[in-house]
């Protein structure tokens, strides 16, 4: 789609028809977004984030696709909606599993802003051990080095929301906002407007009335408060009435996921909820809530019970006999497992070259980054025309002259 086509008149991304538009869709058609653009959308999510904050709501999962475009302009959605966050948005203290504030989701919007800066994401790789240990001891790339438009001010913005400890990041969502509005040329982007004052004398309503064959025609009549206040008043005590009816009696699931169990129990607890926990084998650190339901934010009545998945901490070694060497070590490496030393021996089951065994059995759990030997088929064992077992090193058999 050409980028003329992609813009309003505001020069805002248009919004396809049928879905939220979000900051995945736009930075996915055009790379590296220009950095007025940059400015605008990040000044405006976190205006919205610190509002968030301050109600004592963290997100938890800030990604890409919860930044999306509506009619106000760009925001955030789906707070407390996660089960374990997006590993390539992770904050290095969730990646260990340590408790979490503000100073995570500072750190989660910080990778967003390096991604709408330069294109591309500070740490990617294919398996999701590997991101974490990037987010927790891999200094990110200077935004400069992979997009030279991005400017000096703006660079030193996004290399302190991703600082390692929280300590050396923005504080608040509203101290990482300041910095991005002092940023040459972000003060004009974003305008505050004043509500208009309101009509104390009189104002506006617009009635609908049936004309034709029921379709409404617009009408506007002024009235007088008095007669707009009345049934209002009237409608929002039956209103507040049926809301409290189901209120009462309840309390809001706080958020839980990728805090450590007895924080998650304490917290929980404290609300007067029941717990549920299972556990799980999981790469996440052991005692780590991988999942919870129901879900944050919602409403839960105390006599009922939170169930928790914790990470076990463990993951089983597959089974890798028969497997290529490389594919042995890359299914190792998708469990967060080490490949180790690599032996070799005579096999008259496995052809050479395929991994007859790991050094530790199939199905024994483990932690992860454990390092797993492999031993490798060198060929076959035994002569297959006369029986005899075949030498070390040997290319033929000594008795009958096979070829091996």
């Not at 089983?316 to 042995?328: F, K, Q, S, T």
Request: proline letters at 8%; hydrophobic letters at 40%; aromatic letters at 4%.
């Amino acid at each position: 789609m050409a980028e003329a086509d992609n813009t309003m008149g505001s020069g805002e991304p248009a919004t396809p028809a049928g879905k939220d538009f979000n900051l995945a869709d736009l930075v996915e058609e055009r790379g590296a977004l220009p950095e007025p653009e940059v400015l605008k959308t990040f000044i405006e999510v976190l205006g919205g984030l610190d509002a968030a904050h301050r109600e004592g709501m963290l997100h938890r999962d800030i990604n890409p696709t919860r930044i999306v475009l509506d009619g106000s302009g760009w925001k955030l959605i789906d707070f407390g909606q996660d089960k374990v966050g997006t590993v390539r948005y992770m904050s290095p203290e969730r990646c260990q599993g340590k408790p979490v504030d503000v100073r995570s989701d500072v750190y989660s919007l910080g990778v967003a802003l390096y991604l709408a800066a330069t294109g591309k994401l500070p740490f990617d790789a294919e398996m999701k051990f590997q991101v974490m240990d990037a987010h927790i001891g891999t200094p990110p790339p200077p935004p400069r080095a992979t997009n030279p438009a991005v400017s000096v001010e703006l660079e030193q913005v996004i290399l302190k929301a991703l600082a390692k400890s929280p300590t050396d990041r923005f504080q608040t969502a509203a101290e990482f906002r300041q910095a991005l509005g002092a940023v040459p040329g972000a003060a004009e982007l974003v305008k505050v407007v004043p509500p208009a004052p309101a009509d104390t004398e009189t104002q506006t309503v617009e009635v609908l009335e049936p004309v034709g064959l029921g379709e409404p025609s617009p009408q506007s009549k002024r009235l007088k408060p008095a007669v707009i206040l009345v049934p209002l008043a009237a409608a929002v005590v039956t209103v507040v009435g049926l809301l409290l009816t189901g209120i009462i009696g309840t309390r809001r699931v706080p958020a839980v996921t990728g805090r450590s169990n007895a924080e998650a129990e304490q917290a929980v607890r404290a609300i007067g909820f029941r717990i549920e926990a299972d556990t799980i084998d999981d790469t996440l650190p052991a005692g780590t809530v991988t999942a919870q339901e129901p879900e944050a934010g919602g409403r839960w009545r105390r006599s009922m019970a939170v169930r928790l998945t914790v990470s076990s901490g463990r993951v089983e070694v597959p089974l890798l006999g028969g497997l290529a060497l490389a594919d042995a070590r890359a299914k190792l490496a998708q469990l967060a497992l080490t490949p180790g030393k690599v032996d070799s021996q005579f096999s008259d089951k496995y052809a050479a070259g395929a991994v007859i065994a790991g050094d530790i059995a199939a199905g024994t759990k483990v932690t992860p980054h454990s390092s797993v030997g492999l031993t490798v088929s060198t060929g076959l064992a035994t002569c297959p025309d006369c029986g005899a077992p075949r030498e070390a090193r040997a290319k033929f058999c000594t008795r009958c002259g096979y070829k091996y």
